[in-house]
């Protein structure tokens, strides 16, 4: 892979034998954040579950280099342990320390011991993100992690994620529909279009 620490060469990918996505060739670097757009339907969950490695049928090839983060849709905590458990399960061999100046990081220290039931939608997506980034991660995925929230709220989940990203530096794929969100966090934006779809550089 060279200096990439993620390479993804998918030959094409089907779904009860209809080809969904197409040849497909990405390579990321350490601080490379690359959005994905498109429609919807159109395959983009798809290729992130690929890229992390949940999806191994199809036709092709993905390495990656180092500890993965993911972001996904809607907030993944476990609704059963505390703020800090959901960190520090996921991160067993992060000192409690680490779990708190990252709490700290993501304004959820005060709720630290609260269950996820009792957070806000926003407090949750906190969560999500400061789970992903808790791990140092080498490469991160963030699959429309700022959906539902409303317009001040997101832009403040966009400032934290600017800051974690300018301080972490992982090799970052983005996926979103809104194009202010990957002009503001990636340096390339490409789309995904076409059926079977295929990815192309965004004018």
Do not use: Y
């Not at 090799?171 to 059926?195: N, P, W």
């Amino acid at each position: 892979m060279e200096n990439s620490l993620i390479s993804v060469d998918i030959k094409s990918k089907h779904f009860a034998g209809v080809e969904v996505l197409g040849p497909i060739n990405l390579r990321l670097g350490a601080g490379d954040v690359t959005a994905i757009v498109g429609p919807s339907g159109i395959g983009k969950s798809t290729l992130l579950r690929i890229m992390a490695g949940l999806d191994s049928k199809f036709d092709g090839r993905v390495e990656r280099s180092g500890q993965l983060g993911m972001v996904f849709q809607e907030p993944t905590v476990l609704p059963w342990r505390s703020v800090r458990k959901n960190l520090s399960l996921f991160h067993p061999d992060s000192p409690i320390s680490e779990v708190e100046t990252m709490l700290q990081r993501v304004g959820l220290m005060d709720h630290a011991a609260k269950f996820p039931h009792q957070l806000s939608l926003g407090q949750q997506r906190r969560l999500s993100i400061a789970r992903a980034f808790l791990g140092a991660p080498q490469v991160l995925i963030l699959d429309e992690p700022f959906t539902s929230l409303d317009p001040d709220l997101r832009d403040d989940m966009m400032s934290l994620t600017e800051t974690l990203l300018r301080d972490a530096c992982p090799a970052t794929v983005l996926v979103t529909h809104d194009l202010d969100e990957a002009r503001r966090l990636a340096s390339r934006i490409l789309r995904l279009q076409g059926r079977p779809a295929r990815l192309s550089e965004h004018p």
